[in-house]
């Protein structure tokens, strides 16, 4: 050990950890392409916010002048584009079985007889359950649009038959229906899908981050020059190794939200500091996941793996696209267990719904719980590692 080191133990740490960093070209990739490049495709794929011009097929059996205006209402539309027409319920069911399009509107014939008559005639929808989001885009406007058309032809009917304008639009509509959004009135899937995917991402890269770290040193057996740097202090080790990555990832997640939030356009409408503080919790939380991992197996290649065994499908149970309550009980214990469904609730509570600061206590509680919890598990775990030569040298 030098007497630079021994004189400035924290600095020699730093510098050591800087040369690591500068030595290998996957450090970089981890700390810096690989986020920016993944923060770049979401924000490409939730872009526009909301699905536009998916493909449908349209089956006109009537060829009427009332189903060539429903086709140009339903083209119309800024989720729908009318691709393609078939023949027959087969032909469109073949066109969605090769993916060309979403849904399949069947107008039978004699349609605009039977409403001009004052009957209720159907019209079919084929459409495939298996792409939820966009297929209940597709079929919510098609139940406005027909709605729309059935109620103007009705007031139209009802004018014919004698019936002033404002008597048929009251009949037409005895009870009515208003919907009133609380909360992303916008219906933008950019609002509460891309923060938190944001968070899902970064906490995938916080985790190996860690193990990488700390897992080359028993892997090359360079744990005793790690040590010897830091004065025999594992603490002040740990500090020294992980303390860079923390903030790097820290202030690299915390201007992604802020051009997420800002120049991308994307609403926020509660306080930023929470969910900032929220953020900090949840690299602190997924480091210490990282050190226990890596401390529990002392192997690089099996911590790796059971890091991306609980990182990689948590986003699924952090309760944004299934909610946790509506969950299993097995299912809900472990996304309660996940710290990254607890920030997804910050996210949502003060992204989306724009809360006020209190409510998302509960859920920075659960987060600063689990980071202790998480490091006072693996601290002495890891002390033990580092005193075994016996555990150094594993894949």
Not at 65 to 87: K, N
Not at 120 to 149: C, E, H
Not at 246 to 269: D, E, K, M, N, Q
């Amino acid at each position: 050990m030098t007497a630079n080191a021994k004189k400035y133990p924290l600095r020699a740490g730093f510098q050591r950890e800087w040369q690591r960093v500068r030595s290998r070209p996957l450090y970089l990739l981890l700390l810096l392409i690989l986020p920016l490049a993944g923060w770049g495709i979401l924000a490409a794929t939730f872009y526009e916010g909301v699905p536009r011009n998916m493909p449908i097929a349209i089956i006109d059996h009537d060829n009427s002048a009332f189903s060539r205006e429903l086709i140009r209402s339903i083209d119309a539309t800024s989720t729908m584009q009318v691709a393609a027409y078939a023949m027959s319920p087969q032909e469109g069911e073949d066109l969605m079985k090769q993916g060309d399009v979403y849904a399949v509107v069947l107008l039978e014939k004699d349609l605009e007889r039977e409403i001009i008559r004052g009957n209720s005639p159907p019209v079919v929808i084929f459409y495939n359950a298996q792409w939820m989001l966009p297929t209940n885009l597709i079929v919510k406007d098609l139940r406005t649009v027909f709605g729309t058309v059935s109620a103007v032809t009705n007031v139209k009917r009802r004018v014919a038959a004698g019936e002033t304008l404002y008597q048929a639009a009251r009949t037409s509509e005895p009870i009515r229906f208003e919907m009133r959004a609380l909360h992303n009135p916008e219906l933008d899937y950019s609002s509460f899908l891309m923060p938190a995917l944001l968070g899902a991402m970064m906490h995938i890269f916080v985790t190996l981050m860690t193990i990488h770290a700390i897992g080359t040193e028993l892997k090359h057996r360079t744990v005793k020059d790690w040590l010897a740097v830091n004065n025999g202090r594992i603490l002040r080790a740990l500090f020294t190794k992980l303390t860079p990555y923390f903030f790097w990832y820290f202030l690299l997640g915390a201007s992604i939200f802020h051009i997420t939030y800002g120049p991308l356009g994307v609403p926020f409408r509660g306080t930023p500091a929470v969910l900032i503080g929220g953020y900090a919790l949840l690299c602190l939380a997924y480091t210490g996941l990282g050190v226990l991992l890596i401390s529990a197996t002392a192997n690089l290649r099996l911590a790796t793996s059971l890091a991306s065994f609980i990182t990689g499908p948590a986003f699924a149970f952090a309760g944004i696209t299934f909610p946790v309550i509506a969950m299993p009980t097995a299912a809900k214990i472990w996304a309660l267990a996940l710290p990254l469904t607890h920030f997804s609730t910050v996210v949502t509570q003060q992204g989306v719904a724009g809360y006020p600061s209190r409510a998302s206590l509960p859920a920075l509680q659960w987060l600063a719980i689990a980071s202790v919890v998480l490091w006072l598990l693996a601290t002495p775990l890891l002390r033990m590692v580092t005193r075994n030569p016996n555990k150094w040298g594993r894949v």
